[in-house]
């Protein structure tokens, strides 16, 4: 069969530009699908400062940063909506491809669909931005809940984490209303108090960004791979965080995208 391309890849966040760009430099003929901006979560993220060779840089400009690296990489925007024998079909189009990546990455579940400038997905990420303050952090996980102790001058738990440290006060009770002036979140209201907070982390988990592909073998959703980041679909690689892995950050969605770059180019007999 003769395939439109040697390798598609699905989601141009850090994960799909990053395999795009060694795919490209190989002299593949690729291209990138996504229903969004290249980027994809970065483009959400104010300020990264854990990101080799950046004292601190943006979420978009890193986004824009590496895109400029692979813009004469082919763009399709587009929908996935299934994959089967090679072939991608999205609410545009149809494009087959000897080998696919799936670089989709996942998604935090949310608690408003408000934006404000106080509001994190990411204890990991965004803790040091509240050195010293008075946070407030929805759920149960004790690893984001003992880094922000570490940071912040007193954490104030919504959920039922079973964890006893001076500047941590756990309250198992459920959030009914945010309030906010200007964008910024001064208070949270739960069914049995308020809490006056100065940042609000929501740690309820995240969900992968992969409704087109029923038959892969997963584990709660997440892809699993080898360690050449090959899936249960021999022609299909995946990497970033769609995949099942211990650590989500986007030092270790580039290492992984550099190994499915590398694999498809092995498997393709040029």
Excluded: W
């Amino acid at each position: 069969m003769k395939y439109q391309y040697d390798c598609v890849i699905i989601g141009a966040g850090i994960a799909g530009m990053t395999a795009a760009l060694y795919l490209k430099r190989g002299g593949f003929k690729i291209a990138i699908i996504d229903k969004g901006a290249p980027g994809g979560i970065l483009n959400s993220i104010p300020l990264i400062e854990n990101y080799p060779g950046f004292k601190s840089i943006s979420g978009p400009d890193l986004a824009y940063n590496v895109f400029e690296q692979i813009k004469d990489v082919e763009f399709k925007y587009g929908n996935v909506l299934k994959i089967k024998d090679n072939i991608i079909t999205t609410d545009i189009e149809e494009i087959s491809a000897n080998k696919i990546i799936i670089a989709t990455g996942r998604t935090p579940k949310k608690i408003t669909e408000e934006k404000y400038q106080n509001l994190s997905y990411c204890a990991l990420c965004d803790a040091n931005f509240y050195k010293d303050k008075t946070v407030a952090l929805i759920g149960d996980s004790l690893e984001d809940i003992k880094y922000l102790a570490n940071i912040c001058k007193e954490v104030i738990v919504i959920g039922k984490a079973n964890l006893k440290k001076e500047n941590v006060k756990v309250y198992n009770e459920r959030i009914t209303k945010i309030n906010a002036k200007d964008g910024i979140i001064y208070e949270i209201e739960t069914n049995k108090n308020k809490h006056k907070i100065e940042g609000l982390f929501s740690c309820i988990g995240y969900e992968p960004s992969m409704e087109f592909l029923a038959d892969i073998k997963k584990d709660n959703n997440y892809i699993i791979v080898s360690d050449t980041m090959q899936t249960s679909v021999p022609y299909i690689y995946a990497c970033g965080d769609i995949i099942k892995k211990e650590v989500y950050q986007i030092s270790t969605a580039i290492g992984e995208a550099t190994q499915a770059a590398i694999s498809v180019k092995k498997s393709i007999k040029k």
